[in-house]
């Protein structure tokens, strides 16, 4: 089993920054894609950026591309969000996630709100 917690958000300033964490738990992800995701109210939740745990190859959406910076600490289980020049439409619950794609299986975090207040 997977456990995955969020922390880091809150309200800040437009052109502000904040960094998300997100704490992983459970297995070894050495083989693990990590995934940031996003869901504004009345909006679908849609990708911000994804990691691999081994390499540390990144993907980023065009929306936050410049701006947002995901990383992860191995050592300590924790993936990153680092996000610059914040804009109100930023603002979003935020969620972790990773999957076992061959079971079937995914795994999310409880979510942390980012409010970017214009």
């Known amino acids: 089993q997977v456990q995955l917690v969020e922390s880091g958000g809150g309200l800040v300033q437009a052109g502000g920054s904040l960094r998300l964490s997100c704490a992983a738990s459970?297995?070894?992800?050495?083989?693990?894609?990590m995934k940031w995701f996003r869901q504004a109210p009345g909006k679908e939740r849609e990708f911000v950026a994804a990691?691999?745990?081994?390499?540390?190859?990144?993907w980023y959406s065009d929306s936050v591309k410049g701006r947002f910076t995901i990383s992860r600490d191995s050592a300590k289980n924790l993936v990153y969000l680092q996000m610059n020049s914040l804009k109100p439409e930023d603002t979003a619950v935020y969620y972790c996630?990773?999957?076992?794609?061959?079971?079937?299986?995914?795994?999310w975090g409880q979510g942390t709100q980012v409010t970017v207040s214009s």
């Open positions: 459970g297995r070894t992800f050495s083989t693990y894609t």
């Open positions: 996630y990773t999957n076992r794609a061959a079971l079937g299986l995914d795994y």
């Open positions: 990691i691999t745990w081994s390499y540390g190859d990144t």
